[in-house]
């Protein structure tokens, strides 16, 4: 998929399942746990023993049916050898300047992480694809997310930290493109006891919520 592909795949899914895992095989079954859920898409973070590996793999396995990233990705030789491991797109937890103008200038998707409102402004004017709000939930949740929203509406946003099932819809409400959800959907203990069947599970629910809002808005704007 080309860049804008990517992009509108993001949006549609909206969800972004971030796997941070203690082994290559945990990482990888809880990638497959949330393919299963009917969330094809899946971002490994750099703090996975091995995710340059895990990231080839999931890249040649999935082919164009998953959505593959690379998370917490610092600097551009990371993300240099993520796009050559096969990311379709970069996430990382702060704002580097040069890492976004790498990752853009190989037509890759690059999604900076910010926080304030000048943080927020500046990954935008970079040229990055979306920002991730971050971290989201110790900072207002779902009402920051509408606080930003108001002087940058224009802006696409996707909130990490924070962001569980009792508190998507409302994210997704004040106009969150996608969600980026870690350890209340990829937990720890499920991937450390190789019982990954609620990651699955819980994939299914907030896929169900992505599609029950976005429903419930565009009939609500009728």
Do not use: H
Request: glycine letters at 12%.
């Amino acid at each position: 998929m080309n860049r804008d592909e990517v992009r509108r795949r993001i949006v549609e899914i909206g969800i972004v399942p971030v796997v941070r895992a203690a082994s290559p095989k945990e990482a990888l079954l809880g990638a497959d746990a949330v393919c299963a859920g009917g969330v094809p898409i899946v971002e490994v973070t750099m703090t996975v023993p091995g995710a340059l590996e895990v990231i080839a793999q999931l890249a040649d396995r999935g082919g164009k049916d998953v959505l593959i990233g690379a998370g917490t990705v610092t600097d551009v030789d990371t993300a240099r050898r993520c796009l050559e491991a096969g990311a379709q797109f970069i996430v990382s937890p702060g704002f580097d300047a040069a890492t976004v103008a790498f990752v853009t200038g190989k037509s890759k998707v690059m999604m900076p992480g910010a926080l304030t409102p000048t943080e927020v402004m500046t990954a935008w004017k970079s040229g990055a694809d979306f920002v991730k709000v971050f971290p989201c939930g110790t900072v207002g949740g779902a009402s920051y997310i509408k606080a930003l929203r108001g002087p940058f509406p224009y802006i696409p946003m996707i909130p990490t930290g924070g962001v569980n099932l009792n508190t998507a819809a409302d994210f997704l409400r004040t106009g969150a493109k996608a969600l980026g959800i870690g350890g209340e959907l990829v937990a720890a203990e499920a991937l450390k006891s190789g019982d990954v069947a609620n990651i699955t599970k819980l994939a299914r629910q907030f896929r169900q919520i992505v599609t029950e809002t976005r429903e419930a808005a565009l009939a609500a704007a009728k």
